[in-house]
């Protein structure tokens, strides 16, 4: 099964270099085009700066396709198929060295949710736990639990190991059981868990916001998730949104992360679930 995912990845991530940089591209469209891509949550959010946006600079054509996730928009990005990638995970010295730049936006939390007919609306570490573990395999009602993992080196993963010393043997557990359900990509998973009877897996708020799933958004030991209880430190689970240049942003990229970073973008950024970061003043030239 990991080969087969692995291969599935590779096969998305060639399709993406066709599509974006084949000999098909129009030159004459070469800096009104941005090509974007990256961790499927963060796109959601993407989609509507990208509507605002147009709106100021209808000139300027965003391309997004199906996301490839963080490792694999950045992979894009330095092999010239993408101008911004957006990830949730802080980029390798590897990455770096070969130009990578990448600059902090916000966090989102990262929600418990379960197939809508689960009788749950709040869930504790403690069950957490046991339910990773398969300790606890049937919810209250007698429905079997059916947990829906991410890859093993997915940001969600080592979120999820974060929870408590418990949570990263249970992760561990889960994940070297034969026959788990894994989804690759944030979009593919909340697919599955929305129609898997009983499931139950991890979401960014803001995919629950914009796309608006059929699933149940469970309290984390009697906290809510949302950018209040995330501010304030009460909601321990966060998933990172950043955005990755190679090198000096083109004027055309460098325009739409201006907008991404300013008063409007961060506004809807806030509506749709993440807490943006303080911005930081540019240093002045002695």
Not at 252 to 259: E, H, K, N, R, Y
Request: aromatic share 4%; with cysteine; charged share 20%.
């Amino acid at each position: 099964m990991t080969g087969m995912r692995t291969m599935r990845l590779a096969a998305t991530f060639l399709l993406a270099i066709a599509l974006w940089a084949g000999p098909g591209s129009s030159p004459g469209l070469v800096g009104e085009v941005i090509r974007v891509n990256g961790s499927g949550a963060a796109l959601d959010v993407m989609t509507l700066m990208n509507d605002a946006y147009r709106k100021l600079h209808p000139e300027t054509r965003i391309e997004m396709h199906k996301p490839l996730g963080s490792s694999g928009a950045i992979k894009a990005l330095l092999a010239g198929a993408l101008d911004l990638a957006v990830s949730s995970k802080p980029l390798t010295p590897e990455q770096v060295s070969q130009g990578a730049r990448s600059r902090e936006f916000g966090r989102t939390p990262l929600v418990i949710v379960t197939e809508m007919s689960v009788p749950k609306t709040d869930i504790t570490t403690r069950e957490l736990e046991d339910i990773y573990t398969g300790t606890v395999r049937n919810w209250p009602g007698g429905e079997q639990i059916r947990v829906i993992l991410r890859p093993l080196t997915d940001i969600d993963t080592a979120i999820l190991r974060e929870l408590s010393p418990g949570m990263s043997s249970a992760v561990d557990r889960a994940q070297a059981q034969p026959g788990m359900a894994i989804a690759v990509t944030d979009p593919e998973s909340n697919d599955l868990i929305a129609r898997t009877p009983g499931a139950i897996g991890a979401s960014a708020l803001c995919s629950l916001l914009v796309t608006k799933p059929p699933l149940t958004a469970l309290a984390l030991n009697g906290v809510a998730p949302g950018v209040g209880a995330l501010a304030d430190r009460r909601y321990p689970l966060a998933k990172d949104i950043r955005f990755v240049t190679k090198g000096d942003p083109s004027q055309t990229v460098a325009g739409f992360l201006a907008f991404i970073y300013s008063a409007a973008g961060r506004s809807i950024a806030d509506k749709a679930g993440v807490l943006v970061a303080p911005e930081i003043p540019a240093k002045k030239t002695p």
